[in-house]
Antibody, heavy 122, light 105 residues
């Protein structure tokens, strides 16, 4: 059974960079059958796609965040990471990492981490 | 961008009721749609992929239908565990609906 666990600072100052890591167990980030995702959810609101990465390092980002987002993968540590630069209060949210199947027309999420709250505040 | 609109935003129902949630896409998306359930304080959980494919371990009282631009999630007989928020998600653009909160009447 795959498990995903987010980690990183819970408080980030405005204009700084948010950095989170997702550690995967029960599966491998080298697995060619899956993408690895970041999703976020502001308090009391809906879900927002941030981006995804494949084991090859190929990425896809939400166009509304693309200029500030980088997702990377470290298969030796079985982890993938998110950085979001120039954060504002609008970036305060629960951040989830997740897994989804690889392949055209298979863009959904079959396993999620528990989520981690990141607050942007001075 | 594809916009996904769910209705209703809130639904009040009782244990044993049959309920239906609707999700409309701003463009034709074939059957490329997923449904998730999210309980308070928890991560979403995948219920249905490709509009009607029930995921392993999901109770058979859940079903999905639709294609093109209109989709539905039906719960045939509500159980207490089902009171949660439900989201649809279009594969294209990874667009989520705004959610439907299913409340106890």
């Amino acid at each position: 059974q795959v498990q995903l666990q987010e980690s990183g600072p819970g408080l980030v100052k405005p204009s700084q960079t948010l950095s989170l890591t997702c550690t995967v167990s029960g599966d491998s980030t080298s697995n060619s059958l899956f993408y690895w995702y970041w999703i976020r959810q502001p308090a009391g609101r809906g879900l927002e796609y941030i981006g995804r990465i494949y084991t090859s390092g190929s990425t896809n980002y939400n166009p509304s965040l693309e200029s500030r987002v980088t997702i990377s993968i470290d298969t030796s540590k079985n982890q993938f990471s998110l950085t979001l630069s120039s954060v504002t209060a609008a970036d305060t949210a629960v951040y989830y990492c997740a897994r989804g199947p690889y392949g055209a027309y298979r863009y959904y999420l079959d396993n999620w981490g528990q989520g981690t709250l990141v607050t942007v505040s001075s | 961008d594809i916009q996904m609109t769910q209705s209703p935003s809130t639904l009040s129902a009782s244990v044993g009721d049959r309920v239906t949630i609707t999700c409309r896409a701003s463009q034709h998306i074939n059957r490329w749609l997923a449904w998730y359930q999210q309980r308070p304080g928890k991560a979403p959980n995948l219920l249905i992929s490709k509009a009607s494919n029930l995921e392993s371990g999901v109770p058979s009282r859940f079903s999905g239908s639709g294609s093109g631009t209109e989709f539905t999630l039906t719960i045939s007989s509500l159980q207490s565990d089902d009171f949660a928020t439900y989201y649809c998600q279009a594969y294209s653009g990874f667009s989520f609906g705004q959610g439907t909160k299913l409340e106890i009447k």
